[in-house]
Structures are given as structure tokens and as C-alpha cells.
């Protein structure tokens, strides 16, 4: 993989940064930094060459949009007083005000566009759409890092268009997210656990068929978890639930009871009334989460507590452990104690740990947990779990 060395010397030229600035926000407040502070070490180092920053980055999933709630803007603040220099921020991410603000950059300045999303093109469908957008990118820059680990798995506009235009390399945060995970790939310590819980079911269950030949046991808890009780029959209230992926995840249970590969669901669940902090809750069997007093109308938004001292025996019998996704609505107290205790007992394990994902990370500095209490805190979720099912990751292959 190309790293910055390649583009040559950097000096009075425009290098756009492709970063994942996707932080978690409260009512426009950063509830975890992480991923700003993580993309800090390529941005010093650009700006020390004297290159001419242009970064970018997506937050959340808007929809090819403007919405305010999106908006990059609280992240250059943030930067900014994390390098203690400006970060220039304009409003949109290409057009007439763009154009100007990368023109009037002087060398080792730092310029954050909007986000990529608010454009159809960036995660577009139609690679004509998305090359007609990476084009108008690729206009504002001489070359091209890519920086953002989180979504080296997306073929999206920004990440793979972006860098077949232009002379482009790694940044240092991928190369160090690489050189970590590969602990995980190549003869990872046995027994060899991993976690999995979070909100974006579709996206990562998928991982699971290639996960099953590289690990010994899967603790599954999370959004994910409905769906394997629905797949045993049990009812699940009005939990997240993916009904289109029922037989793929029958085809899971079958296929790791054959190769002897632990899949552990949880045995208890807090069922609430509704979605909301304080709603009404209760902890029933995980096998009858319509017995609750809200019936059908229930929702799991956490693993009961036999459940995560199940799971936290398994962490810390494990040599390597690897999590990504909370266990529940970890935002909300009344549903974190899930998360807490498998958080805790990561820090606890002599084995070596690893939490991926940008919530996850966020969970556990949330409970104070320091970063060091852990192996490696990645700043990819999704991208890290495909990454460790052996999966060719698109933004990493443009770059070879
Ligand atoms: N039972 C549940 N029902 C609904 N949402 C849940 C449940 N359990 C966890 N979540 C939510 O999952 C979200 C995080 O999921 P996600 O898959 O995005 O994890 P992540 O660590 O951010 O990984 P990535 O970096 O891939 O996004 C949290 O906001 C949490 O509230
Ligand atoms: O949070 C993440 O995993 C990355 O920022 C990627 O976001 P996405 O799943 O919306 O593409």
C-alpha cells in the first residue's frame, strides 16, 4: 500500500484528506472525540510539510442532503483546539464558496468542507453519478490521502473515485489501524472471542459466515440479537429486527454448531415501554420477551445481567478478544449496564483486546474507561470487522 512518502514533496501543494470526522453527537455537542484526535497525526504532518489542507469526511447517514443535525461544523471547531491552529470550515462541500476557500488557502493551512453526504453522488449507486462527483473533488487538489479507516469498506465516491483521480496514498492512521488489526488475522491467540452487538444489523451480519471458520466463540448482543431469537422462534416484541435475513442466520447456527464454533445469545433481556431514557423496563427470559408487562409492544434495549456475566466469564477465559457494537442502548443509562459490564470485563482479561467501531469506542470512554486499559481502540467498526473476516476492503485495494 502506497503510504505519503509516495506523493513526494508536499510543499505549496493541495492535498485532500479523506478523514471519518463521524463522531457521535447530543444536540450538536461532540459526546466523543476520538476519531478527531485519531486523524491528528497525517494532519500535523501535512501541515508541518507545508501542504494545503482540504479535509473531508461524512457524519452520520443523511441522505444525499442538506440537514443541519449533520453538519461537520462542531468538528472543525473541535480540531481546531485540538491542533491549537484554525480549521478553516466551509458551509458546503463543492461549488462557487468551496472553489474560493481552497483557492485562498496559503501552505499549512487546514480547511474542513461539508459534509460529503449532503450530495447524492458521494454514496450514490450509479458509478457515473459518483465519478461526476469525486471529479469535482478531485478538481481542488493535487493529490489525495486517504486517512479515513472507517470506511475503507464503503466503494463510496470519496473513498474509491477520489483515489483512482488522483496520486494518492495511505494516511498514517490507516497504516497504524492495518498494522494493529493484523495481530488479529494472522495466528491470533486462542481462544479467539468475538463481540458483536450495535445498530446496523443488515450491514454486519453479513460478517458473521466468514467469522465462523476464524473464531472459536460469538457473543451476540445489540440490535443483532432479535433477530437469532426470532430465527429460534421466540417472539421479540417490537425489537430491531431484520425478517429478510431469518434463514441466512438459521444457515449461522447451523453451520457453527457443524464446525464446533460457540455462538452465545443472551438468556435474559431489559425489555422497555418505549424508546426513550426514561421509559418503563423490565428484565424478562430472552426466550419470552412478550411476557413483559408492555407484550408485543416491548422493545429490547439492552442484555439482562445473567446474560453479560455470562458474556464476561467468556472475555476473560479469551486470549484475544475482539468487540464491536454495544450491547444496547448504551445513551441511555437505564440500558448501558450491558455494554458497561462487557467494557469491563475487556479491561479485566489478560488476553489481547481490541474495541472497534465509533459508538463502541465511545461507550467505554463514556464509563471512563481510559484507552490504554485496552489493546488497540480502532477507529473502525464495520470497516474493522470486514477487515478481520479476510474480506477485500475497496478503499485499501485503490490504494496498492
Ligand atoms: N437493542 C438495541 N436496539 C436499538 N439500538 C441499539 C440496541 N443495542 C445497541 N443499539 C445502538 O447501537 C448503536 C451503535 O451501533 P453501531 O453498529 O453503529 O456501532 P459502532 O460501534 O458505532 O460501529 P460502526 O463504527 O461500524 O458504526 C448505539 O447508538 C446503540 O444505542
Ligand atoms: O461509523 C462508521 O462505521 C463509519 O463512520 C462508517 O459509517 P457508515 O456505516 O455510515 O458508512
Known amino acids: 500500500m502506497r503510504t505519503i512518502e509516495a506523493l513526494g514533496t508536499l510543499a505549496g501543494r493541495t492535498v485532500i484528506v479523506r478523514c471519518d470526522l463521524n463522531v457521535p453527537l447530543s444536540d450538536g455537542v461532540i459526546t466523543d472525540d476520538g476519531r478527531i484526535r485519531a486523524s491528528l497525526t497525517t494532519i500535523r504532518e501535512l501541515r508541518d510539510a507545508g501542504a494545503k489542507l482540504v479535509l473531508i469526511s461524512h457524519l452520520g447517514r443523511p441522505k444525499g442532503e442538506p440537514e443541519d443535525r449533520f453538519s461537520l461544523r462542531p468538528v472543525a471547531t473541535r480540531m481546531a483546539e485540538l491542533l491549537g491552529s484554525p480549521v478553516q470550515f466551509c458551509p458546503e462541500t463543492v461549488g462557487d464558496e468551496a472553489a474560493a476557500a481552497v483557492a485562498s488557502l496559503g501552505d499549512g493551512d487546514i480547511l474542513l468542507l461539508e459534509n460529503l453526504r449532503f450530495n447524492a453522488g458521494e454514496t450514490s449507486k450509479d458509478a457515473a453519478e459518483r465519478r461526476a462527483f469525486a471529479k469535482q473533488l478531485a478538481a481542488y487538489a493535487d493529490a489525495f490521502v486517504s486517512d479515513g479507516f472507517g470506511v475503507v469498506h464503503r466503494s463510496q ?5 477520489l483515489a483512482e483521480m488522483l496520486p494518492s496514498a495511505a494516511g498514517r492512521l490507516v497504516d497504524a489501524e492495518l498494522k494493529v488489526l493484523r495481530r488479529l488475522t494472522e495466528d491470533p491467540a486462542r481462544p479467539y472471542t468475538v463481540v458483536l452487538g450495535g445498530s446496523k444489523v443488515s450491514d454486519k451480519l453479513g460478517v458473521i459466515a466468514h467469522l465462523l471458520d476464524k473464531v472459536d466463540t460469538l457473543l451476540i448482543g445489540g440490535g443483532m440479537l432479535f433477530t437469532f431469537l426470532k430465527a429460534q422462534g421466540h417472539s421479540v416484541g417490537a425489537s430491531l429486527l431484520e425478517e429478510d435475513q431469518l434463514d441466512t442466520v438459521r444457515g449461522y447456527l447451523a453451520e457453527a454448531e457443524k464446525r464446533g464454533v460457540r455462538i452465545l445469545l ?4 431489559v425489555v422497555a415501554e ?21 407484550g408485543a409492544a416491548g422493545i429490547g434495549l439492552d442484555i439482562g445481567p445473567e446474560s453479560a456475566t455470562a458474556f464476561a466469564e467468556i472475555i476473560a477465559e479469551s486470549a484475544t478478544v475482539f468487540w464491536n457494537g454495544p450491547m444496547g442502548v448504551f445513551e441511555m443509562d437505564a440500558f448501558a449496564s450491558g455494554t458497561r459490564t462487557v467494557a469491563e470485563a475487556l479491561t479485566q482479561t489478560e488476553g489481547f483486546t481490541v474495541v472497534g467501531g465509533g459508538d463502541s469506542a465511545a461507550a467505554v470512554r463514556a464509563f471512563g474507561f481510559a484507552d490504554e486499559q485496552f489493546g488497540h481502540i480502532s477507529t473502525g467498526g464495520g470497516a474493522s470487522l470486514e477487515f478481520l473476516e479476510g474480506a477485500q476492503l475497496p478503499g485499501l485495494e485503490v490504494l496498492a
Open 266 to 269: 443472551p438468556t435474559d433481556i
Open 157 to 161: 465516491a470519496s473513498v474509491t473515485d
Open 274 to 294: 418505549r424508546f426513550a431514557p426514561d421509559a418503563a423496563h423490565e428484565t424478562v427470559a430472552a426466550d419470552a420477551i412478550e411476557s413483559s408487562s408492555f
